[in-house]
């Protein structure tokens, strides 16, 4: 068992727990600059919630878009950046069974991680693995419940298929070389430099094509000897749509997760047509509680046993003080990240 977690428990008794917190706010949407430490008031767990004390939190690309004033939080969720967190169950709230105060757990969150304390709904919350620090338990919950969620659940990924990846260095396209393998997949992923193309195939992906220098549908044609991928997974759109289409397999399925070179696309439909692809897509954060805690219990039955067996582990970029926050985000938006950026907040 990992001992990074916090372990005072006897000083976080629901009766003992401070009236405030250290937090990282939005003061205004804008850059990094714009985020800023505070002091807030502790959130109470409702109904069906876990008051989690924070050991760490994951920073993703949503958070970066919230804090530009992109990606407003969810109707009663809390304003504060952040969408995963380690630590350990602080309190409960009213009908919890499944987890004791004292617990080490990982959650997906609503919003709220980057403070010492934050509310989420028990069916979000998973056992943190025993293999996993504080810090790579942070980095686990967004990154894999995206990836379980849209290349396995929606793309239908089956061993013996080919996954293309794109953005393979981030920390979802980390996560997705590692599931896909071992699933069975074969996985080719594109990233921008022979560096993160390099750290790729080192973490399993059996062939890395740098998109600033080398056409990804005519490698993806050569590597698979014309027949191309049965699943992509797409944080891109933008030009890569009609592209995707052209480097899909027959009934290839194209799953779209984010729209970094833009939103609105001309498609030429009669590769979708002659293909017979299937073009999805999903955003995590605005699905029910009990579609995201489907997802949370796939993951405890079919990943977490690889988690704990240490077949698969989250790579890690850079670890960042809570009070850093401003940091982690220009990192992030700088583009050379590989892997997933951490904020520590306990210790």
Known sequence: MRD???TDFPNHMPDMLPATMRAVEISRPGGPEVLI?????????????VLIEVAAAGVNRPDCLQRAGAYPPPPGASDLPGLEV??????????????AIGDRVCALTPGGAYAQFVAAPALQVLPAPASLSAIEAAAVPETFFTVWGNVFMRGRLQAGETLLVHGGASGIGTTAIQLAKAFGAAVIVTAGSDERCAACLALGADHAVNHRTTDFVDAVKTITAGRGADVILDMVAGDYVNRN????AVEGRIVQIATLNGAEVQVDVRLLMGKRLTHTGSTLRPQSIAAKGEIARQLKAHVWPLIEAGTIT????????L????????RMEAGEVTGKLVLR???
Request: net charge negative.
């Open 4 to 6: 990074d977690f916090p």
């Open 37 to 49: 430490p505070v002091s807030r008031p502790l959130p109470r767990p409702g109904p069906g919630e």
């Open 86 to 99: 380690s630590g350990v169950v602080a309190a409960l709230g009213a009908g919890v069974t499944s987890f």
């Open 245 to 248: 289409y052209k480097a899909a």
């Open 314 to 321: 989250p790579l890690i970029d850079t670890v960042f003080p």
């Open 323 to 330: 009070e850093d926050a401003a940091k982690a985000h220009a």
């Open 345 to 347: 907040v306990a210790g």
